[in-house]
C-alpha cells in the first residue's frame, strides 16, 4: 500500500480537463512543497511533469498545472489529447528523509 | 545530452546474487545523487534508496533497507544495486534516476532493467 493516496483510474474526453488528486499526510504533502508529477506511457520510463508542486521544466506543455492544499496535491490536465493517456504518479519528500511515491493513476482519453 | 544507461535485461534463479548498473554521461556525475526505483509488474512506482557519488553516503527506503546494496564508482560515472540472494518477489523493472537533493525531483532517468526471478 503506497503511503500517497491516488485515484485508481479518471478519464476525460479530448479538449476536457481532468484533475488527479495525491492525497498524503501531515509527515509528508503537509510539510513540504516538494511534489513531483511523473507520467509513464506503457513500457517507457517516467518522466517529470511537474515538481515543487507546480513547477513545470523546460518542454512541458502548460496544459499541465500542479497545485497544493494542506496534505493533498493535484495535477490538473486541461485540453486532454490522446498522447495523455497514461499512468500519472505524485511523489513527496517525507519528513523522514525519504521518498514516498502515490500508487499511480491510469487516465484514459475517451 | 544527459544520459543514464542501465544494464541490460536479467534472468536468474532465487538464491543468486546479482549487481545491475546505471551510468551517468553528458554530466558532472558526482553533482548528482542517484535513486532507484522499483515497478513490479503491473504495479506504480517504489523509491527503493538513494546514494551521494561524491562521499558514497546512502540512504535506503525502510522497505529495502537490508534487502539491497546500492554503490557507486565515480570514477567511471557508474552507480549500482545489488542483491546477495534474490527472491521470485524482486522480479521488477528497475530506473535509475538522478536528483541533487533528495527533495529536489528526478529530471532524468535510466532507460530501466528488467529482472526476472524464477
Known amino acids: 500500500q503506497s503511503a500517497l493516496t491516488q485515484p485508481a483510474s479518471v478519464s476525460g474526453s479530448p479538449g476536457q480537463s481532468i484533475t488527479i488528486s495525491c492525497t498524503g499526510t501531515?509527515?509528508?504533502?503537509?510539510?513540504?512543497?516538494?511534489v513531483s508529477w511523473y507520467q509513464q506511457h506503457p513500457g517507457k520510463a517516467p518522466k517529470l511533469l511537474i515538481f515543487?508542486?507546480?513547477n513545470r521544466p523546460s518542454g512541458i506543455s502548460h496544459r499541465f498545472s500542479g497545485s497544493k492544499s494542506a496534505n493533498t496535491a493535484s495535477l490538473t490536465i486541461s485540453g486532454l489529447q490522446a498522447e495523455d493517456e497514461a499512468d500519472y504518479y505524485c511523489?513527496?519528500?517525507?519528513?523522514?528523509?525519504?521518498?514516498?511515491f502515490g500508487g499511480g493513476t491510469k487516465l484514459t482519453v475517451l | 545530452e544527459v544520459q543514464l544507461v542501465q544494464s541490460g535485461a536479467e534472468v536468474k534463479k532465487p538464491g543468486e546474487s546479482l549487481r545491475i548498473s546505471c551510468k551517468g554521461s553528458?554530466?558532472?556525475?558526482?553533482?548528482?545523487?542517484i535513486s532507484w526505483v522499483r515497478q513490479m509488474p503491473g504495479n506504480g512506482l517504489e523509491w527503493m534508496g538513494r546514494?551521494?557519488?561524491?562521499?558514497?553516503?546512502?540512504k535506503y527506503s525502510p522497505s529495502f533497507q537490508g534487502h539491497v546494496t546500492i554503490s557507486a564508482d565515480r570514477s567511471i560515472s557508474t552507480a549500482y544495486l545489488q542483491w546477495n540472494s534474490l527472491k521470485a518477489s524482486d522480479t521488477a523493472m528497475y530506473y535509475c534516476?538522478?536528483?541533487?537533493?533528495?527533495?529536489?525531483?528526478?529530471?532524468?532517468w535510466g532507460q530501466g532493467t528488467l529482472v526476472s526471478v524464477s
Open positions: 534516476t538522478r536528483h541533487h537533493l533528495m527533495q529536489e525531483p528526478f529530471d532524468f
Open positions: 553528458g554530466y558532472t556525475f558526482r553533482s548528482y545523487w
Open positions: 546514494i551521494d557519488p561524491t562521499n558514497s553516503n546512502t
Open positions: 501531515s509527515s509528508d504533502i503537509g510539510s513540504f512543497n516538494y
Open positions: 515543487d508542486v507546480s
Open positions: 511523489s513527496s519528500y517525507t519528513t523522514r528523509s525519504t521518498l514516498e
